[in-house]
């Protein structure tokens, strides 16, 4: 297993992630389904993109959301050509759920918890079974290889849910938080588009970082604002006070968003970064 973890991290560029990893592959060997719960940002979905590149998997993903049907899921059957041929296999239009079981896929569901209820239903047989029944074409069974991987974020966060009891029975959990500050300014480093400074980067993790313990703040940024602020203050000359002023409105949630002054909030997160700094 250790070979395998080396060279998802080195071949995917993960950083950190070493015990979430271990805990993923072991769940993989034993061919069980995997639900990967954590805040917004903290790489659910890459990190499940890089173990199907790394096991050589196709990755059918799909992205969750209160209007997706049972139909886009399983499949549907071409209108004009039932009218044509009638319900012949050739009319019937596979969805992500199929296509991965036929080929042996990893089927990623980000955000599973902000689907409808009937379709996480239609799940179960497919989790339990490989199987899905498809009325008018008949059974599908997985192939060997098929695999669920689901992301979901906590419960509290908005436009999310609970999953049902049956639907949780099927998973093993995996849970992520955010990372260390070395962690999260090696991902800056990899991922900012303009090369900017260790100084700026270290800025820009610390501030994102603060936004995340601050009582005036409902739900703190992820490492993704640290690379947008780390990337724009490039361009301001390396003036990160202006930049977080860009980039953190649209990556946090105030717990009073009227009455909370950004600019005076971001004043109170320097000061407490630079506190830190002289802890």
Avoid: W
Avoid at 31 to 42: D, I, K
Avoid at 70 to 75: F, M, Q, S
Avoid at 187 to 200: C, F, G, K, Y
Wanted: glycine share 8%; aromatic share 4%.
């Amino acid at each position: 297993m250790k070979h395998v973890l080396d060279r998802i991290r080195t071949e995917q560029r993960v950083v950190g992630r070493q015990d979430e990893l271990t805990a993923l592959l072991a769940c993989v060997a034993a061919a069980r389904h995997v639900l990967l719960e954590g805040p917004v940002g903290v790489g659910k979905t890459a990190l499940a993109r890089a173990l199907a590149d790394a096991l050589g998997r196709g990755l059918v993903r799909v992205d969750g959301d209160g209007r997706y049907t049972e139909a886009r899921l399983v499949g549907q059957f071409d209108p004009p050509l039932v009218l044509e041929r009638g319900y012949v296999r050739e009319a019937f239009l596979p969805g992500p759920l199929v296509r991965a079981m036929q080929d042996g896929a990893v089927l990623l569901l980000n955000e599973l918890n902000r689907m409808p209820e009937g379709v996480q239903n239609v799940l179960l047989p497919a989790l339990d079974e490989g199987l899905v029944v498809v009325p008018h074409y008949g059974e599908v069974r997985a192939a060997e290889g098929f695999l669920v991987m689901a992301t979901q974020n906590p419960a509290e966060f908005v436009a999310t849910g609970d999953l049902s009891e049956a639907l949780m029975d099927r998973f093993e959990l995996v849970r992520l938080d955010y990372q260390s500050a070395e962690d999260e300014a090696q991902i800056v480093r990899q991922q900012a588009r303009s090369a900017p400074s260790e100084d700026v980067i270290a800025q820009a993790v610390a501030l994102t970082r603060a936004t995340r313990g601050h009582l005036r703040v409902r739900r703190g940024a992820s490492v993704r604002a640290a690379i947008a602020i780390a990337d724009i203050a490039t361009h301001l000359g390396g003036d990160v006070q202006r930049a977080a002023q860009l980039a953190l409105p649209t990556r946090i949630e105030l717990v009073d968003p009227r009455g909370t002054d950004l600019p005076q909030l971001l004043d109170e997160l320097k000061k407490k970064t630079s506190l830190n700094s002289l802890q």
